[in-house]
């Protein structure tokens, strides 16, 4: 009787114990982890980042500007193929800044028009359709900029470039 008694003490203590502990944390929601990665996305369209718009054309042996600089050292490009690659990189940012403002900007009156209660279905449409335009803009500078830093690479450079990135240069074009 007294282990029986012993028993359920220890039962009872150790129970109360882990009730006393807070429960382990739960994963954010879906609906929490849209709303980061879209507030993500605005930053990185915000700083004319890509924001895996060319990720098609990256993992497929197309570079972009910017990763080739980052990858600068290791690739050993020339100093005409480093200028070359700045500017086009330069080119491609102001370009997605000047875009992805716009887009940005129209996204907020979209977001205005609703908060106001000023839904008008062709209103709301028009933005709609003008952000969808701009997207499309966004990403065809990124995707045009991996194009032509395609070219300003030697063919070995290239492969040198999807191994450092993706571990391999098994797919190149």
């Known amino acids: 009787m007294?282990?029986?008694?012993?028993s359920l003490i220890l039962l009872l203590a150790f129970g109360l114990s882990a009730a006393a502990q807070p429960p382990p944390a739960s994963p954010?929601?879906?609906?929490a982890q849209h709303h980061v990665y879209l507030q993500l996305e605005?930053?990185?369209?915000?700083?004319?980042?890509?924001f895996g718009m060319a990720l098609v054309a990256d993992r497929n042996g197309y570079p972009g500007p910017r990763h080739i600089l980052d990858?600068?050292?290791h690739l050993h490009l020339s100093s005409d193929q480093v200028d070359q690659i700045e500017a086009l990189f330069?080119?491609?940012r102001h370009e997605a800044l000047a875009l992805g403002r716009r887009l940005l900007d129209n996204e907020a009156a979209l977001e205005e028009q609703f908060a106001a209660g000023e839904v008008d279905s062709e209103a709301v449409q028009r933005r709609v359709d003008e952000s969808a335009a701009l997207r499309a803009q966004l990403?065809?500078?990124?995707?045009?900029?991996?194009?032509?830093?395609?070219?300003l690479l030697t063919p070995e450079q290239r492969a040198r470039?999807?191994?450092?990135?993706?571990g391999s240069g098994d797919h190149l074009h």
């Open 2 to 6: 007294k282990t029986i008694l012993s």
């Open 28 to 31: 954010p929601s879906a609906q």
């Open 42 to 50: 605005r930053e990185a369209i915000d700083k004319g980042q890509g």
């Open 71 to 73: 990858l600068a050292p």
């Open 90 to 92: 330069a080119s491609m």
């Open 139 to 151: 990403r065809w500078a990124h995707l045009s900029a991996h194009l032509e830093a395609y070219n």
């Open 161 to 166: 470039y999807l191994n450092l990135r993706h």
